[in-house]
């Protein structure tokens, strides 16, 4: 195997690992996203189940902090594939 195959053969590979990388990181922020807001829904069931008067501030709550946590997601996933391109 000459020298410029070699080297173009570890290119493609660590570009391949890269995006596996990315993909790995993306699926493993989906988990920790999907398991956060699903404590996060069930917790404010439970509140309004408490209180009922209280159903409405506790859904405003859930829902900004629903946000927060899939923007935080999204960031995450855009710096992933931003490193894999890189």
Do not use: H, Y
């Not at 000459?2 to 922020?29: E, H, M, R, S, Y």
């Not at 506790?58 to 946000?67: E, F, L, N, P, W």
């Amino acid at each position: 195997m000459d020298p410029q195959n070699a080297i173009a053969v570890a290119k493609a590979t660590a570009t391949g690992f890269a995006w596996l990388a990315a993909g790995l990181g993306c699926g493993v922020t989906v988990i920790g996203v999907g398991t956060g807001i699903g404590r996060l829904a069930a917790s404010a069931l439970e509140a309004g189940a408490r209180q009922p008067e209280a159903a409405g501030e506790v859904r405003t709550t859930m829902i900004i902090g629903a946000a927060l946590i899939e923007g935080v997601a999204l960031f995450a996933m855009v710096v992933c594939v931003l490193l894999a391109i890189k």
